[in-house]
């Protein structure tokens, strides 16, 4: 039996028991768009993949960022307005079925909670909301006590695992130190976004290592204990100057956001396993590629700066790394920056 029709609750409904319709249902939860849809600058952070949510993505998407707009470790977040789950054929609906709706909107890697934290990297501990959700509600029954729906009423999110430096937590404004040290070291935009996204790349390349500090924790609920990464984010490069690829990755975005430059920060899969890179949009309107982890050997390595798909899809895979959500439809052919700039180097 198919139950996947999940709406929004458009008012709040007080009596258990009472037969609550749905509204503005869609027929398979996530809305997995194929095609790209521009983003926009808010607040001076270029959100490219809201743009791609379904409504309750983004309602959920809003809740998170609002959130977590303060360093915590765990927020409590409530909706407006409640979000009713119901089976599709008005039948019964089990704890499964939440369960699945939940996957395909709301846990780990997809709709709101994957879009926001890749959105907005200058806030790292936004990792926190990948890990540890429950719900907030109350089961709906009929006259007979069969489970017929749910109504959420929010969300709590607590950070298992310790993936943000443990500094990062007692020293927050270290973050917006590195981002202005390194913008004071990159200098003024340069004439052209590929002139600046240029000395970005340098900055990085010349300020971070390759690396990731690990400390084994206990779990939780008494199972093996887990090995964590605390370098993930933009904290570890901007502050520490240490981090893998999501590290880099996310600290090329946020300064990219702070020179105007929209830049949406990707996850996907090469030769070598799970990867993660940028793409950048210039002032012809096309999307390029960049990989300033893959960039960072004894010298800058050229080929994966501003790359087209002639280049850069052989090595780069976007699917299905990017869980459903579109991603900007690479040029074809990469920028002709540095022969112009670089006298063809490499």
Same mark, same amino acid.
Request: hydrophobic letters at 35%; charged letters at 20%.
């Given at each position: 039996m198919?139950? =996947?029709?999940?709406?929004?609750a ?20 996530? *809305? =997995? ?15 490219? !993949?809201? +743009? ?21 470790? *765990? ?16 039948? @019964? ?13 709301m ?11 890749? /959105?907005?990297? *200058? ?10 959700? +429950? ?46 040290? +390194?913008?004071?070291?990159i ?31 206990? /779990?939780k609920n008494?199972?093996?204990a ?21 590290? !880099? ?9 702070? !020179? ?6 990707? @996850? ?20 390029? +590629? ?5 960039? /960072? ?6 080929? !994966?700066f ?5 280049s ?16 900007p ?18």
């Amino acid at each position: 039996m198919k139950k =996947k029709i999940f709406s929004f609750a458009l008012a709040l409904v007080v009596a258990l028991g009472l037969t609550v319709p749905a509204f503005a249902a869609e027929e398979n939860g996530l *809305e =997995k768009s194929q095609s790209w849809k521009e983003g926009t600058f808010n607040n001076g952070v270029y959100e490219g !993949y809201y +743009a791609q949510l379904n409504d309750i993505q983004k309602l959920l998407y809003d809740k998170i960022k609002e959130a977590f707009a303060k360093l915590v470790k *765990e927020a409590t977040i409530e909706f407006d307005e409640p979000i009713l789950l119901k089976a599709e054929d008005g039948g @019964s609906f089990t704890q499964d079925d939440k369960y699945q709706w939940m996957c395909d909107n709301m846990y780990n890697q997809y709709g709101g909670r994957y879009a926001v934290f890749r /959105d907005h990297p *200058e806030l790292p501990w936004l990792l926190a909301v990948d890990y540890g959700a +429950a719900t907030l509600g109350e089961w709906i029954y009929d006259d007979d006590g069969t489970s017929i729906g749910y109504r959420m009423t929010g969300m709590f999110y607590e950070n298992t695992y310790p993936w943000v430096p443990p500094e990062a937590y007692t020293n927050p404004s270290a973050l917006e130190d590195g981002i202005n040290n +390194a913008i004071a070291a990159i200098g003024e935009a340069r004439s052209s976004r590929a002139a600046t996204l240029h000395a970005i790349l340098e900055y990085l390349c010349e300020q971070t290592t390759y690396e990731s500090r690990t400390e084994t924790i206990p /779990d939780k609920n008494g199972g093996k204990a887990h090995t964590v990464y605390y370098d993930h984010t933009s904290y570890s490069v901007l502050v520490a100057h240490t981090g893998l690829c999501n590290a !880099y990755s996310a600290a090329f975005k946020l300064l990219c956001d702070r !020179y105007s430059i929209p830049c949406v920060h990707l @996850s996907g899969s090469t030769e070598v396993g799970n990867h993660a890179w940028n793409y950048v949009q210039l002032e012809d309107g096309n999307w390029y +590629a960049i990989d300033p982890t893959w960039s /960072d050997n004894s010298s800058i390595d050229y080929n !994966y700066f501003l790359a087209g798909s002639n280049s850069f899809g052989s090595s780069h895979e976007v699917p299905p790394g990017n869980d459903g959500l579109a991603c900007p439809p690479l040029s074809n052919k990469s920028y002709p920056y540095l022969t112009a700039n670089l006298r063809g180097v490499p």
